[in-house]
T-cell receptor, first 113, second 113 residues
């Protein structure tokens, strides 16, 4: 049973650029959620995808967007990067709903300069 | 509306002594409750979960938590701390069948030799 894998592990971007982060969900999981974790804070829910549709979104602007593919892998795209977007981005997968807990990846550390 | 409050930002214990990490929650619906652990520069690992079955939940690495509806609490305990328990711990609430999982701000556990 494979876990959740994220790529890249680290990334440095310039303010105003666009970035794409990738996530492969755990085998057998069909739901993927993305979280932003700023330094010293708890993870904040960005959005969730189930069967290739966004079915929940947190308090993040539209420049944060995502995709889920037929194999349940997912991408997080952030446009017009701002300095405050610097954070650890975590991907988590679950079966249908997160009632029974998530499996998290190790995250992508994004630094915006 | 849901919320999670972790009552201590830092807890320091000596190795071999008990651990208590406190969590209070607020949820409009029957929630699922979780504790996750995050070691430095790592993703989050599920410690244990409560999903309306037994109120005393046993998790990995000797941790357990008790769901107390009357007190809206879900405190995490361990009888004897180990050096390897030093990490950040997050209390998490998810509405039954829903998304928008809410994380507490985290409690940093320090274990002294």
């Amino acid at each position: 049973e494979t876990g959740v894998t994220q790529s890249p592990t680290h990334l440095i971007k310039t303010r105003g650029q666009q970035v794409t982060l990738r996530c492969s969900s755990q085998s057998g999981h069909n739901t993927v959620s993305w979280y932003q974790q700023a330094l010293g804070q708890g993870p904040q829910f960005i959005f969730q995808y189930y069967r290739e549709e966004e079915n929940g979104r947190g308090n993040f602007p539209p420049r944060f967007s995502g995709l889920q593919f037929p194999n349940y892998s997912s991408e997080l795209n952030v446009n017009a990067l701002e300095l405050d977007d610097s954070a650890l981005y975590l991907c988590a997968s679950s079966w249908t709903t997160p009632d029974y807990g998530y499996t998290f990846g190790s995250g992508t550390r994004l630094t915006v300069v | 509306a849901q919320s999670v409050t972790q009552l201590d930002s830092h807890v320091s214990v000596s190795e071999g002594t008990p651990v208590l990490l406190r969590c209070n929650y607020s949820s409009s619906y029957s929630p699922s409750l979780f504790w996750y652990v995050q070691h430095p520069n790592k993703g989050l690992q599920l410690l244990l979960k409560y999903t309306s079955a037994a109120t005393l939940v046993k998790g990995i690495n000797g941790f357990e938590a008790e769901f107390k509806k009357s007190e809206t609490s879900f405190h995490l305990t361990k009888p004897s701390a180990h050096m390897s328990d030093a990490a950040e711990y997050f209390c998490v609430v998810t509405p039954a069948g829903g998304f928008k999982t809410i994380f507490g701000a985290g409690t940093r556990l320090f274990v002294k030799a």
